[in-house]
């Protein structure tokens, strides 16, 4: 197995822009770092789920997969464009218990993100199942893979944190931005 490869690819995958992290950034953003932080806990228990699902069922999978990834795509757009529209519409003089931020929905929303159902259908079948079958093994790629990927949720959330006076001063022209990128990253995702 190529381990820098395999690293590689999960950096890049997990640390570029999808709706988890413009989620991250949106929430640190109009909530602040705490209410972040429970988001990221979710996502990334929920991160680590998929991968073990993943490597534990890929036989079986494999045979399904194509109907499978069609309805995530199609489910996990609605779902992207739906987050879209709600940090469009975000205005931070209402105060509202809004449910963006929570654990739960950080983790639901990785059962829905395309780009983590397709990552995590991926990345183990390709860089460690290959070359290794052993549980040991295969256990010990799958919680690298959920730690690089809470690493790069960390990321996100300090760099909203940093960048907070900057963003609560250009809020409307950031919520845009944000609302554009996730509708950019659902049209990617049927490309």
């Known amino acids: 197995m190529d381990i820098t490869s395999f690293i590689i690819y999960c950096f890049i995958v997990t640390f570029t822009p999808g709706p988890t992290n413009i989620v991250i ?22 991160f ?18 194509p109907k499978i ?4 795509q199609l489910i996990g757009s ?28 950080g983790f639901l929303m990785q059962f829905l993100n395309p780009k983590v159902v397709i990552f995590t259908l991926t990345v ?6 290959p070359y290794y079958t052993d549980m040991p093994t295969v256990t010990i790629s799958v919680i690298v893979v959920t ?4 690493l ?28 554009l990128c996730l509708v950019y990253a659902t049209i990617m995702i049927w490309k």
């Open 152 to 179: 790069a949720f960390i990321t996100w959330v300090l760099f909203g944190a940093i960048f907070k006076n900057f963003l609560q001063k250009h809020k409307r022209v950031v919520n845009v931005i944000m609302a």
């Open 147 to 150: 730690i690089i990927g809470f």
């Open 25 to 46: 950034l949106s929430t640190v953003h109009n909530y602040g770092a705490k209410r972040a932080m429970e988001y990221t806990y979710g996502a990334t228990i929920a």
């Open 48 to 65: 680590g789920l998929l991968l073990g699902i993943s490597a534990l069922l890929n036989s079986m999978l494999i045979t399904v997969i």
């Open 124 to 129: 183990i079948p390709s860089f460690v199942l």
């Open 69 to 72: 990834l069609i309805g995530m």
């Open 78 to 105: 609605l779902y992207m464009l739906y987050l879209a529209y709600q940090i469009y519409k975000m205005d931070s003089s209402e105060t509202t218990d809004n449910k963006t931020g929570t654990f739960i929905s």
